[in-house]
């Protein structure tokens, strides 16, 4: 009898994420003309803002690593590195930032972390940047209140908006990490395969919903007797968002258009919370338009300011929608390589 081939899954997952690269850089025109520009401008502060990026990635990593530890999980750098890089690459090419953390569970149980465990640090994660964020937009809100309601009022609503749908996380994430709320939503989804009678595994499909509430709610339990870990995370987010928004920053001196630190850290803030409810992968379209409306009349030239706007969106956006692709290729080509020498 002949054997019957394996579909391999993991090479087309690579030429998949090839194809989705490719098509991203034909679908974004204003991307090939991005190298061209970045050549023509003073090279130490794109230096700073490549480095900037670095050491947000790294914190991304490490506070993943961290809060595994709280659950007795020990990963090394470069793979703590690796998963928060990814996460935020899946995140920055998918609808309303959705990709991010279920890709990182996957990666997780690679590295034998549980489904439960992963689950319970990325929610910690993700309630932690929230956060720091939304403490950050506040304040960036207060500090400029003035001058928005001066120059344009008319962002003032959007970016209430943003603070209430993020600000919502941090009461929707504890809210979880209570068991009866949890067990609510389990049930909840247990009725709802229930009902699904064009499912075949049903009963396999209930098992593993019950598995993962108790699995869960061990893990939510750790965090709860240790609130350490829960705080220095947010500790840590803190400077991961002022790092985040100050790219801008070494983009504006690299176009030798000077401007209070503070001040610019302030309006990145307040554009990046006043667009982060927009569904579409990075924000795309909102971002162009928001920065046109904060930072147009910085730039008499309409030329510059778009050549400052593409390199603002290469150097926080479509470098790391590249970095993470590259990661993403050579970690399956990796993967591939170790199942066939165990196979």
């Known amino acids: ?3 019957k081939k394996k579909i391999p899954w993991g090479l087309l997952y690579v030429f998949l ?3 989705v690269l490719l098509v991203f850089g034909i679908v974004n025109h204003e991307f090939l003309g991005m190298f061209s520009v970045i050549a023509g ?3 130490s502060f794109v230096l700073i803002a490549v480095l900037i990026n670095g050491v947000y990635l790294l914190l991304e990593g490490e506070i993943i690593r961290l809060l595994l530890r709280c659950q007795g999980e020990r990963l090394s750098v470069w793979r703590t590195f690796k998963i928060g890089l990814i996460g935020i690459y899946y995140s920055y ?19 034998k972390v549980s489904a439960g465990s992963s689950a319970a640090v990325l929610f910690v994660k993700f309630f932690a940047y929230q956060f720091s964020f939304v403490l950050c937009s506040c304040a960036a809100l207060f500090w400029r209140w003035k001058e928005l309601n001066a120059e344009n009022p008319e962002l003032i ?7 209430l749908i993020n600000g919502l996380w941090i ?3 504890p809210l979880l990490f209570c068991a009866p709320v949890l ?17 075949k595994k049903r009963a396999f499909f209930i098992e593993k919903i019950r598995s993962f509430e108790d699995d869960f709610a061990e893990y939510t339990a750790r965090f709860r007797n240790k609130y350490r870990y829960i705080a220095v ?11 985040q928004f100050s790219v801008l920053y070494f983009v504006f001196l690299a176009f030798s258009v000077e401007m209070p630190y503070t001040e610019l850290l302030g309006m990145q803030l307040l554009l990046q919370v006043s667009v982060c409810f927009v569904p579409l992968p990075g924000a795309s379209g909102a971002q162009e338009v928001g920065f046109s409306a904060f930072f147009g009349s910085y730039f008499s030239d309409p030329g510059v300011l778009y050549t400052a706007l593409l390199v603002w969106r290469f150097f926080t956006y479509y470098i790391i929608v590249i970095l993470g692709a590259v990661v993403v290729v050579f970690d399956q080509l990796s993967h591939n390589r170790k199942q066939k020498k165990n196979a």
Do not use: N
Request: net charge positive.
């Open 1 to 3: 009898m002949e054997k």
């Open 17 to 19: 994420t090839v194809i």
């Open 41 to 43: 401008l003073t090279f």
């Open 93 to 111: 090419i998918t609808p309303s930032s959705t990709g991010g953390q279920p890709a990182q569970v996957l990666y997780l149980l690679r590295d």
């Open 157 to 163: 609503p959007f970016i209430a908006l943003g603070i």
């Open 171 to 173: 009461v929707v994430i």
């Open 183 to 199: 067990h609510k939503l389990a049930s909840g989804l247990t009725w709802l395969v229930k009902k699904c009678a064009f499912l």
């Open 233 to 243: 995370s947010i500790l840590l987010s803190i400077p991961q968002v002022l790092l």
